[in-house]
């Protein structure tokens, strides 16, 4: 795919922090000047949460007003497991749907979530619909959208495979309320190659093909650390790994994902210049877009 000539409209954001409240991860981003946002609804490594108070609610939707920031994007907890047995598959089921209340309630429009890990995929993927179909089946109308993301396969985590997520989706009830969420250094690691524009245009045929362009809702744009078809998740900075500057272009600059917001997960802190990463980034994922695309 050619990169164009010219600046073309991107949605660009981070996974930003929530620390001071839910409404700080809004000022953090137009801060970096981000279109949009993803963030935590609450703690993403205990399964209880406290109660989200009205207070909060109203700063949110008030910051949130006033900044513009849209959409914005909610990441389930690390805990989860849908694909899990017993007790991990209850607790699964009731945090998710604690996380698309808050979801709700906020006015935030997609949820991603992880599908899960089982040594027995079969099985596993069954359990995942059978979760999410309990999930929805409470949920009326219109809502918070459920995004499954793509993995690495590290493990025996599921969804590395682009018929693996068909085949959850197929077994929904209401598939209308669940999309993905691409993940570039996931699907490079799963052995996907989009490096070259020709390696791209096969695997978004394949995506095309296999879950349907439409159901694309969210790319986590990263690059990978370990090689194609690792099967490791390692995240890395932009140009700074193995799918390079080039591969990640390929994303920015399909006129099919114009409307898709691109979300970077790359590794916090400060960069050697004194930056922070997260606009060290943004500035490289800008200046792809502008088609300056040099190097690796």
């Known amino acids: 795919m050619r990169i ?24 953090r981003a137009k801060g970096h000047g981000f279109d949009t946002v993803a963030m935590f609804v609450r703690n ?14 109203r700063a949110f939707r008030r910051t949130r007003r006033g900044l513009g920031i849209s959409p914005v994007v909610a990441h389930g907890s690390y805990l989860l497991n849908l694909a899990g047995g017993g007790e991990v598959w209850r607790k699964s089921i009731a945090a998710v749907r604690e996380d698309l209340g808050r979801c709700d309630r906020l006015g935030i429009e997609r949820l991603v979530i992880h599908p899960g890990s089982s040594w027995d995929a079969a099985a596993g993927l069954r359990r995942i619909a059978d979760g999410l179909n309990e999930i929805l089946s409470a949920c009326r109308g219109a809502g918070p959208k459920v995004l499954l993301e793509t993995t690495a396969g590290q493990g025996n985590c599921l969804g590395c495979t682009f018929e693996q997520l068909a085949e959850i989706l197929s077994l929904l009830d209401r598939p209308g309320r669940v999309g993905v969420c691409l993940d570039t250094c996931h ?13 791209y245009r096969r695997t978004m045929e394949q995506f ?13 744009v990263n690059d990978s650390l370990r090689p194609l078809g690792s099967r490791v998740d390692r995240h890395a900075h932009v140009g700074r790994g193995r799918i390079g500057r080039r591969g990640l272009a390929n ?3 399909d006129p099919r994902l114009a409307c898709v917001p691109f ?8 960069a050697p210049d004194g930056r922070d990463w997260d606009e060290v980034n943004a500035t490289a994922l800008r200046a792809l877009v502008r088609g300056r695309a040099q190097g690796r």
Request: charged letters at 20%; a negative charge; zero cysteines.
């Open 44 to 57: 993403q490594r205990q399964w209880a949460a406290p109660e989200l108070t009205d207070s909060a609610v």
């Open 251 to 253: 994303f920015i600059n």
């Open 187 to 199: 699907v490079f690691a799963a052995g996907y190659d989009i490096r070259t524009p020709p390696a």
């Open 208 to 220: 095309d093909r296999i879950l349907g362009l439409d159901r694309l809702s969210v790319v986590h």
């Open 263 to 270: 979300i970077l997960e790359t590794p916090k802190g400060t």
């Open 4 to 27: 164009p000539d010219k600046m073309q409209p991107m949605l660009l954001g981070a996974h930003l922090s929530i620390a001071g409240g839910l409404h700080r991860a809004l000022e």
